[in-house]
C-alpha cells in the first residue's frame, strides 16, 4: 500500500499553531489531518491556522475532517481557521455552505491569541456564486 501524499507541518508559537499542509487529502490521508488536528488541541493549542496554499486536491473526506476538528476546537473554546484553499475546494465550502465556519483572514492578518482577544463573532455566510435549483425526482409534469 502506497503511503498518502500528503506532508503535514506543525509550528507552535505559546497557544497557537500553524498547521501546513502539503498534497492531497482524500480517503487516506485524511486520517492524518484529522490525527494532527486533533494532537493541537491535545497539547493545550486553541488557535489552529490551517494553511492549504500547497494542497493540490481534497475532497469530502478533507472537507469531513476540518469540519470535526472545527466542532472540537469551537468545543474547547478555541479557532480553527483555514487559509488559502484550492479553488476546487474553496467551491465545495462555498456549495456546502459551510466556508464561513472555516475560512479564515489571510495568513498575513491573523489575529491576535485568544488570551488579548474577546471571542470572535461568527461571520455571515459567503455570498453564493452558484445560484439554487430546486430537484425533483421521479417524472414530473
Known amino acids: 500500500m502506497p503511503l498518502p501524499q500528503l506532508t503535514i507541518y506543525r509550528h507552535d508559537l505559546r497557544k497557537r499553531s500553524l498547521i501546513t499542509l502539503a498534497g492531497e487529502i482524500d480517503l487516506e490521508s485524511a486520517p492524518l489531518v484529522r490525527a ?4 493541537c488541541l491535545s497539547d493545550g493549542i486553541r488557535i489552529v491556522d490551517v494553511d492549504l496554499t500547497v494542497v493540490t486536491f481534497c475532497d469530502c473526506s478533507g472537507l469531513n475532517a476540518f469540519l470535526y ?13 483555514l487559509h488559502n484553499p484550492p479553488s476546487a475546494l474553496g ?24 488570551e488579548d482577544a474577546p471571542a470572535p463573532a461568527v461571520p455571515a455566510p459567503p455570498h453564493r456564486t452558484v445560484p439554487l435549483v430546486a430537484v425533483v425526482s421521479g417524472d414530473v409534469r
Open 36 to 39: 494532527a488536528l486533533a494532537r
Open 69 to 81: 476538528a472545527s466542532q472540537r476546537t469551537t468545543e474547547a473554546g478555541g479557532i480553527l481557521q
Open 91 to 114: 467551491r465545495i465550502l462555498d456549495l456546502t455552505g459551510c466556508g464561513f465556519l472555516l475560512l479564515g483572514p489571510p495568513l498575513g492578518h491573523l489575529p491576535p491569541s485568544l
